[in-house]
């Protein structure tokens, strides 16, 4: 970055560029979901022009979440206390696995919207850049207790996040054989059960929200808590159409599921 700036004043801007795209994902949303995945054949043409396989588009569109760290990460590899590592771990576990093993796993061949994936690019680049220059540069963890009660329940609450959005997303997978996967995946959508499904429609969604919920508590600083917001902003509002979707497709749609947020949402 250049000279004459402070890291907290990089941190900052870079903030302020997310909150902008933040705010127009959650205009854009009150009108209609995002579209890629189910909502990609009722969206506008213009919007939808050109598809890519969404495979590649989920290796392409998460992956700069995953290299960003690790490339700030080895630079400054000589001056990083364990806060920091762990920090930096548990964000890049997470896109790992997000980047290279869910789009493998996954059973849809809905075509996603190139637009989509662009947005989706930006955001993980920039989050990417966001979330390791704070942790590295802008916030001194060094002096962090790491026995705090805000940074071990923090990354319990990730954890636990974690392996609800796996176990959701494997859930979801289960609904469509391979058979049906191999013809093009949109086979028709099923009703969710086990789990955390139990509760709210978009039990992958939960688990995510939770994940940087509990990272912006571990992390306490201001990218940390707008990564969590946003999360909860673009996962709420989609998980609230999934839920819409669910109530109008199936008769049968349990009454007392939430959408989002058990019990709450
Ligand atoms: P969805 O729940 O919309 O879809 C997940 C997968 O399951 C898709 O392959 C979908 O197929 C399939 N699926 C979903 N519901 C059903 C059903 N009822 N019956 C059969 N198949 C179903 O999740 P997203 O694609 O939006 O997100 C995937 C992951 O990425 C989630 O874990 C989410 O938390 C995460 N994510 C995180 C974001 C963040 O801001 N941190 C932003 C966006 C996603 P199809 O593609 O055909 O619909």
């Not at 890291?7 to 209609?32: A, D």
């Not at 850049?129 to 916030?139: A, E, G, M, W």
């Amino acid at each position: 970055f250049g000279d004459g700036y402070s890291n907290e004043e990089i941190t900052f801007s870079l903030v302020r560029i997310g909150t902008i795209f933040m705010v127009l994902q959650f205009l854009i949303s009150l009108f209609r979901p995002v579209p890629y995945g189910r909502y990609t054949e009722e969206s506008p043409r213009f919007l939808t022009l050109f598809n890519i396989n969404n495979r590649l588009a989920w290796i392409v569109q998460e992956c700069p979440a995953f290299f960003i760290p690790l490339v700030f990460a080895v630079q400054a590899r000589k001056e990083l206390c364990l806060p920091q590592w762990i920090l930096l771990s548990a964000f890049m576990l997470h896109y790992f696995q997000r980047s290279f093993i869910y789009p493998l796993l996954m059973r849809s061949n809905n075509a996603s919207p190139f637009l989509s994936t662009l947005a989706a690019v930006f955001f993980c680049s920039h989050n990417g850049i966001l979330q390791s220059h704070t942790i590295i540069y802008t916030v001194n963890y060094c002096e962090t207790e790491l026995m705090s009660s805000w940074f071990i329940g923090g990354l319990a609450l990730f954890a636990f996040g974690f392996v609800v959005n796996i176990d959701a997303d494997h859930r979801l997978r289960l609904l469509r054989s391979s058979k049906e996967s191999a013809k093009g995946g949109k086979s028709g959508y099923k009703i969710p059960h086990g789990g955390l499904f139990r509760f709210v429609s978009a039990a992958n969604y939960f688990g995510e929200i939770c994940e940087w919920a509990g990272y912006a508590i571990a992390a306490r600083n201001i990218a940390a808590l707008y990564f969590a917001a946003f999360s909860l902003v673009f996962l709420g509002m989609r998980g609230l159409h999934h839920h819409r979707f669910y109530q109008t497709k199936f008769k049968e749609y349990p009454r007392n599921r939430k959408a989002v947020i058990p019990f709450i949402l």
